[in-house]
Structures are given as C-alpha cells and as structure tokens.
C-alpha cells in the first residue's frame, strides 16, 4: 500500500468528530464569528492521565461529545511515563471491578510468571501489584475508544482562546508536527497532574523510577538531595 492509499484508508478513522476535520479549525474565527459557532465538543480533557482517561469516559458515557489531548504517544501517565509499573495493594480491593480489570486484565495475571492474587497480601509481591505498561496503554485507549472519545496524541496545549467577551474559555490552541490547530468547546478539564497549567497549590506529585535491573526484593531507600536543586516543598 502506497503512502496515498494509506492516508485516504486512514482518514476515516481518525476523523476528530462526526463532521469530520472540520470540528477542529484551523487558524482563527471569521471576522464576526465566535468560537461558539465552531463549538464541536463538549468536552475537552487535556492529559492522558488515569483521571484525565476516566473523567472522559465517565462524560462520553453521560452523552457529551469529548476530545482528549495528550503530549505524549499513550496514556495512564502515571504508571506508563513513569517506569512504575505497579500498584500499591493497599486499597486496590476497593476499587471497582470494572477498573480493576482495566489496570490488571484477568489475562494478565498469567504473564506475570507466577500465580498470585492482587486481593490476598501474602499472595507474592508483597505490597505490591504487577502490571504491564503495554496492557494499561491499550487497555485505556481501547476504553475511550469503545465509548466514542476522541483522542489526540504527541499533540501539546499552548493556549486557551477566550470569547469575544473574554468571560469564558471558548476552547484549546493545540500545536503537534501538522502545526497549530484549536480545537472548540464548551468545557475543560486539566488532568495533566504536576505540569498543570493551575496554581502550584493545585498539582500533583509524581514519582519517578530511573532504571531497576533483576529485581527480587522490595528494597525501601530515601535519597538526600540539596534544598538548592528546588526539589522539596
């Protein structure tokens, strides 16, 4: 399949709304024209965080038209972006089934090499549960697709375009390797954690693993690091 072939079968599919590309405009409003004549969703979630991919299923479910945009090629930034690849136990039998089997598919709990059971502590692993980042990607983006959520990837926010009136958000500027783009709607979400575009008192902490190699045992270490490198509260 050539490269023409390919974009004409793939167009359809990534088509950002029932109307197509013209959902998402590009450059600004005609003279006289205000964002809310181009509105095409509802919604807008920016960031493919675990929040960000729930609080877009939960709106698509309710009947909203929803666009998420994440930086990033996947979601569920939190384990995926992270290297972290595991749940705490504590609380995991709290969670619903439904997003019990989202994070850790029955099919999985095969690959993990030996048997275990996430509800039982002395079941292996300690106080922790293995996941597979692969399986969290897909299984996050099969879900907001299942329930009609538009998704943009490798696509960053840069701006958020007001009404004439400048009383309220009329959408997000979105800049990706097809250049700039906005993309209108009647409400946002910022589900993008510590790089929130929010107040600092706002944010979310993550934390992040570098490299582990031949893991056995869970190992627990604190690393000091200088109050100038800005790092602590």
């Not at 965080?49 to 609080?55: D, Q, V, Y």
């Given at each position: 399949?050539?490269?023409?072939?390919?974009?004409?079968?793939?167009?359809?599919?990534?088509?950002?709304?029932p109307h197509g590309w013209g959902s998402l405009l590009l450059g600004a409003s005609p003279a006289g024209r205000s964002p809310a004549a181009f509105r095409a969703y509802d919604l807008i979630v920016i960031g493919g965080?675990?929040?960000?991919?729930?609080?877009a299923r939960h709106a698509a479910r309710r009947g909203l038209r929803v666009l998420l945009v994440e930086r990033r090629t996947f979601l569920g930034t939190e384990i995926t972006a992270t290297l972290r690849p595991w749940l705490q136990r504590r609380g995991f039998e709290t969670l619903g089934r439904e997003l019990r089997d989202l994070l850790l598919p029955e099919a999985e709990k095969v690959e993990v090499g030996v048997p275990f059971d996430p509800d039982r502590p002395d079941a292996g692993f300690g106080a922790a549960i293995p996941l597979f980042c692969g399986s969290?990607?897909?299984?996050?983006?099969?879900?907001?697709?299942h329930e009609g959520v538009q998704v943009l990837l490798m696509t960053g926010v840069w701006g958020v375009p007001a009404d004439r009136e400048q009383?309220?958000?009329?959408?997000?500027?979105?800049?990706?390797?097809?250049?700039?783009?906005?993309?209108?709607?009647?409400g946002i979400i910022d589900a993008t954690g510590p790089v929130a575009a929010g107040p600092a008192r706002a944010r979310t902490d993550h934390s992040f693993c570098l490299e582990f190699y031949r893991v056995r045992d869970e190992v627990q270490r604190e690393i000091s690091v200088p109050a100038s490198l800005g790092l602590l509260d």
């Open positions: 399949m050539d490269r023409r072939e390919f974009l004409q079968s793939a167009l359809p599919a990534v088509a950002l709304a965080s675990l929040a960000g991919c729930l609080a969290v990607k897909k299984q996050l983006m099969a879900a907001l697709l009383k309220e958000a009329g959408g997000v500027a979105l800049a990706n390797k097809f250049g700039l783009q906005v993309a209108y709607g009647r």
